[in-house]
């Protein structure tokens, strides 16, 4: 069974940082890659970055970019989000999603129109990120 279970979360005043992490199970991170989304409150679900172990490639939205990192630590199975310089508009729940295949395309912005499931896989129970002013 694919469990994954985001944690990190918290309040933070704009210009500071959090790490967040995934601690997934029930699968081979070869086989599926592994990302972050985020939902804030009236607003659609936003791919925010991704990690593929099959090609060791990654993904940042536009809106990221340059402030959050991912990375991975395989003999944990734990994949993290290192998110710096936060804005307000960085509010929102996040999740940890694994893909239903190996790599990133689907966490592109240009599929936001596809199901939920076909573009981000399974994913548990996200973490709240709030970010004051």
């Known amino acids: 069974e694919v469990q994954l279970q985001a944690s990190g979360g918290g309040l933070v005043q704009a210009g500071g940082s959090l790490r967040l992490s995934c601690a997934a199970s029930g699968f081979t991170f070869d086989d599926r890659a592994i990302g972050w989304f985020r939902q804030a409150p009236g607003k659609e679900r936003e791919g925010v970055s991704c990690?593929?172990?099959?090609?060791?490639?990654?993904y940042y939205a536009d809106s990221v970019k340059g402030r959050f990192t991912i990375s991975s630590d395989n003999a944990k199975n734990t994949v993290h989000l290192q998110m710096s310089n936060l804005k307000r508009e960085d509010t929102a729940v996040y999740h940890c999603?694994?893909?239903?295949?190996?790599?990133?395309?689907?966490?592109?912005?240009?599929?936001?129109?596809?199901?939920?499931?076909?573009?981000?896989?399974?994913w548990g129970q996200g973490t709240l990120v709030t970010v004051s002013s």
């Open positions: 999603s694994a893909l239903h295949v190996g790599e990133c395309s689907y966490y592109d912005a240009k599929y936001a129109n596809i199901d939920a499931e076909t573009r981000f896989g399974s």
């Open positions: 990690i593929s172990f099959s090609d060791g490639k990654t």
